[in-house]
């Protein structure tokens, strides 16, 4: 179980990937928003809750110090997301960018995320579990919060995509390869598969009985 | 306090249980993902959240280390409700079997988790919480994903059912009974009430001012 | 940072509002048991989620003990709300009255987690933060329970109410201003603001493009 490696040979890119993630997850949390002509104070709380969700409720599980509770950045990021929504031209966020930058944030965060609990010693399967919640439970708290249909409920690819990450980094992970290497891998083929969701509409077949 | 004679006394009987009780649970929010019409992924995720969740948020409020994250034995469990859900012919899960199943997990989760909540030294109030929690939260927080009304909101003794055997287990265990057979009697007259509500549409009265 | 001086220099008062703030919120979730016309359990159940469910999640963030499991006072006080709820003639809490002493436990409640937040060691804005959950996640968590819409998403100032107290807190007691002060100030410039919502109606401009 490597995921130090994985942190030492990523390095700065991780702690990149990281900051970027939270501000398209509370990006997303923030136009959600605004789709629904809320307050700027709504905007808030919407871009903290989704940015920081899903790692929090990974942190609870796994006994770890919740992250962001010890540092001004993350919550700043979060409020940066929320003003950016509430100034930006409304055009700005319409078409399919978003997406693509929440892609990118749900791969690299079900990698981190199942990589964080192998590094707290769990076992193999809620490892993989961390991951997926540490992709997905923000965006769930924002829908139900929300009002809408969650994520959850959609047949297009989405948990899918994290799930993949997330199993993908803890197998290359078990199989020995060095952390980096299990990371960028995971995180390039749950992007590629949401992508493919996103690009092409791919989904899963609905049970249908 | 006795919750360790509890674990004790009932030994490999409280095992099977607790693996029963996951079992019926997570085969309920994987039936929920059938009637829903969703994908795989989304039973997999349903059957997880309804059958682990009770019991995680009360090891979250107590302390303890989470139950099913050192392991990956409760996950199985849960992916092979989904995978039964999946596969199973439409007609099996109907009708009201699935209903007792869920009647004895619900039971004897609620006097589990009020023993577990005296374990951890809690006072007897919390420790009857617990037990409550133990039992229905998972549902809860299943229904909440689904954007079906919850449990809560139906007159049907459920939640009730849960409090009598959470209440009995405290009061039994402080009044000074083994913690074995405070333990059986707590989780056979929470199943007996709930099986009123199965079989004869036992309810509590509504507010009706 | 000094939480520890707040909490010597309101003393009794501090502790007096700790438990009016329980009682008023749980007496809210009652409330709305009582507007859906819901069954004894079901006015426990919310009672004890609003009552208690901001101080939870915050306790959760913090890393501290969760407030309310190793007495019996505080889900007695929630018990005593619901029955209060259930028993007194209907027309007794229409009107504003509720709105008032919901009004006093926010600010109190707000100012209060955002020093524990501090005194626990947090940063800045998460201690903010804390303060803000404090105030407003039992609402919340009742509100989407309830299937109703959540207080997030009405332009009525309520939130912003929190986090102005929370935001006083914070910056009062890093400007050095004595816990006890601090706690004052913040707690009554939040009521002020909250009480002109109630009293005036007044909102936040929301978003319009």
């Given at each position: 179980m490597a995921p130090v490696p994985l942190q030492a040979a990523l390095g700065p890119a991780l702690d990149f990937l990281d900051l970027a993630g939270i501000a398209v997850f509370a990006l997303s949390g923030a136009l959600l928003a605004a789709e629904k002509k809320q307050t700027l104070v709504t905007f808030f709380f919407f871009a903290v809750i989704t940015g920081v969700g899903g790692g929090t409720v990974r942190d609870l599980l796994i006994g770890a110090?919740?992250?962001?509770?010890?540092?001004?950045v993350t919550l700043l990021i979060c409020f940066a997301a929320a003003i950016a929504a509430w100034l930006?031209?409304?055009?700005?966020?319409?078409?399919k960018a978003l997406l693509w930058f929440d892609a990118a944030g749900l791969a690299a965060y079900s990698a981190f995320g199942a990589a964080k609990g192998l590094a707290f010693g769990l076992a193999p399967l809620p490892a993989f579990g961390m991951g997926v919640i540490t992709g997905c439970v923000g965006g769930i708290i924002r829908d139900v919060l929300a009002g809408e249909p969650s994520i959850?409920?959609?047949?297009?690819l989405y948990v899918t995509a994290a799930a993949v990450s997330a199993a993908l980094l803890v197998g290359l992970t078990l199989a020995g390869l060095p952390g980096g290497a299990a990371g960028l891998i995971a995180a390039l083929l749950g992007f590629a598969l949401r992508g493919g969701a996103i690009w092409r509409g791919w989904a899963l077949p609905t049970y249908g009985r």
């Open positions: 110090p919740v992250f962001w509770v010890h540092e001004n930006a031209p409304a055009g700005l966020w319409q078409g959850l409920l959609r047949s297009e």
